[in-house]
């Protein structure tokens, strides 16, 4: 039998031993020289041995032992690279052919399985219930930040008869419901075709969705959609969807400090983040449900939209992408219907001039 | 089989005194030892070699990209404990190599432990205290001050946890590496002395780093020995003192410079009629923010000269260390580093890091004798997981 000269530290001091080490049928054998005052004498079994390095035939073998986790044997000989291979075969498995890999890469694949199937369908379908959990405290707060946000820079456009206009149309359209929610609307000095519906019932138009607009009706309707997001509480949906998905993302980066401003994102989270087809459809139907119940015209709606539409290739045509695009395609609004109402108009000559002049 | 066995290089259980091992008993045992061994036998000087090269590393570093992209990053634990198998079992002490024990799992662990214990709580009440508190109000101006107390205490505490973490993963003969101290209460001393420091305009620094560097040092273990700190201060205040000054100087320069050429082109533009003096309170605000980056300028000049101050005062049992960074060498070092993380978009930090390793190697001499049979393992408890604050505020340079 050949044995193999080999360095040995014990685990116990720093001391290097030289030692003899064989192969046999029962396992790794290591000697010391017989007159050394600390005889080493050792017989590791093939099975508890582990590798520290993968194996290379031009650097030292370094082994341990699983029983003796702090020793270290240390071997030069590249013959012993050979009789190790044939007595312990399963030391020399790469890749996913050792069990231990295999079943990491297993749970790592299941994890990532999970956290796309919980940001896939979790995270909408927890929004819903979350949101009914938060305090109106809270809502109103967060309310106020995204508002902040939404209008920072921009002015409030406030003017006596265009406000009062304003606050008309959505009185009408509040008196109409079973029980109203408390709601701010205002109109924001920005050239963007766009509204917004927020927590806590505030609802934001800016002037260039106003301009827009070519009746009372128009505008009656854009309100009446975005009620509806108020009414089955979306906004307050989507900040909590948008937690979820941030939270998910942080996780996985494992970037804390995004975490901690994660209140100061609410605002850009929720902008970030537009409402599915499902919400709008949603908002729709009661859109039209409300405008029905308050005496005005549905079709507004549709002629609004089908305008819209056919300016969007003109110059200012990105302004109108962004709400367009976020809503449902035309087609399927003008699908759903909207007749025409010959009701009483929704604000008087003056009144309407007074709203579509009301950042002026 | 036992005829050419040889004796062991001295046994630590064999010998009686405590005090460092006579140098010439121990190559009179060398010397009576079998001739098979002498190859292998042969004494070695006390020298930290780093022998990893590049592309060895690269295909280590492509596959991490690789999983790191298809995992969201998730996989980054493993990858990193990868490449430092890599890195230490390259690292030669006296010819032989370390070896890094730890493992990705136990990173992972670490960081799901900090994520969920430390993060979401923290997290969550800033939330909570930003939609709750008034904006303006002192509450929420008490509240974010102690925030971000926090948060630098953590900082202090992931450095000092990182460190135990991975000395308690790196081994060399077996024998494995600890720090014996508390890590809160080296966030104490990191807290108190980073206010000092910006409080004092920067003048506090040094002490800083001695301080913070000898409570580290005198912590570590290898084995059961300690390392010993005896670096001053007075050496480096001198150097500092030179640095900060200069800084000043060409922070007035730079500052002059800049309002004269704003009021030149306000005067230009008919802003401004003739040369207006600045208000002094203006000018102060202004010197404030300046000076730090000038400062920064003259940061490598100081920082070599700390390397090589603080490597001078610290020694291991009967062993002194030296260190010759200069200048040059390491602005070199740092300039191709930061190209390098550019240019690879951060995937190629590995390499930065292997570079940092073999550069401290290099310029790091030990001498003395080093008594390595008096050295026992470690009895110091080895944490369970690692570094899962050092992940969160993206600290550890490996």
Known sequence: ?360 | MHESLGRSIGTGAALTTTDSLPSNRLRAKTAIMNDDFSAIARSVPPRLEQRGRAVELLPIVLFNTLLNILTMSIYRFWGKTRVRQYLWRQTHFMDEPLEYTGSGGELFKGFLAVFFLILLPLGTINNLASVYLDPDSTEFIVFNALFYLAIFFLVGMAIYRARRYRLSRTRWRGIRGAMVGSSAQYAIRYLMFWALTLASLGWAYPWMQVGLFKRIMEETRFGDRAFRVTATLGPLYRVFAICWFGALVLGLGIFAAIEYLTTAQLVIEGMVEGAAVPSWISSGIMLVVILPFVLMLWMPWYKAQEFNHLAAGTSFMAVSFRMDVTVWNLTGLTFFNLAILVLTLGFGQPFTQLRTFRYFCRRLQISGELDIDWIQQSNAAAPTMGEGLADAFDLGAV
């Not at chain 1, 379908?125 to 405290?137: I, K, T, Y």
């Not at chain 1, 508002?147 to 265009?162: I, P």
């Not at chain 1, 009408?172 to 766009?194: E, I, K």
């Open chain 1, 1 to 360: 039998m050949t044995g193999y000269r080999g360095e040995f530290n014990d685990g116990r001091t720093a001391a290097r031993h030289l030692v003899m080490v064989t192969l046999d049928d029962k396992g790794l054998g290591i000697v010391s020289d017989p007159d050394n005052p600390a005889r080493i004498e050792r017989l590791w079994s093939y099975s508890d041995l582990r590798l520290i390095d993968p194996p290379r035939k031009d650097t030292p073998l370094r082994l341990t032992n699983s029983n003796e986790a702090d020793a270290r044997l240390r071997l030069h000989d590249g013959g012993f690279l050979d009789g190790l291979q044939q007595r312990a075969p399963h030391l020399f498995l790469r890749g996913l052919a050792r069990p231990r890999v295999r079943r990491n890469a297993i749970i790592v694949l299941l994890s990532f399985f999970l956290v796309v199937l919980f940001l896939w369908q979790g995270v909408p379908r927890l929004s819903g219930p979350l949101a009914r959990l938060v305090p109106l405290e809270w809502e109103q707060k967060i309310g106020a930040i995204v508002r902040d946000r939404l209008l920072a820079g921009a002015q409030r456009c406030e003017a006596g008869a265009g406000t009062a206009a304003l606050d008309e149309l959505t009185r009408r359209l509040t008196l109409a419901m079973a029980a109203p929610p408390s709601l701010t609307v205002m109109v924001a000095d920005r050239g963007m075709v766009n509204a917004f519906a927020m927590p806590a019932g505030n609802i934001v138009i800016f002037r260039g969705l106003l301009k827009s607009t070519e009746s009372p009706e128009e505008v009656a309707a854009v309100l009446a959609h975005e009620i509806g997001h108020v009414y089955h509480r979306h906004p307050l949906q989507l900040a909590m969807r948008g937690l979820g998905i941030g939270m998910v993302t942080d996780l996985l980066t494992g970037d804390g400090s995004a975490l901690v401003e994660l209140a100061g994102e609410l605002g850009g989270l929720l902008l970030l983040l537009s409402y599915n087809r499902d919400m709008e459809r949603q908002a729709d139907e009661f859109g039209r449900d409300l405008l029905r119940r308050a005496d005005l015209p549905t079709g507004a709606m549709t002629r609004f939209f089908a305008r819209l539409h056919k300016k969007m290739p003109s110059t200012n045509g990105d302004n109108i992408l962004g709400y367009l695009n976020s809503h449902p395609p035309l087609e399927e609004r003008m699908a759903a219907g909207g007749e025409e109402h010959a009701g009483p108009p929704a604000l008087d000559d003056e009144a309407w001039r007074a709203l579509k002049t009301i950042c002026d």
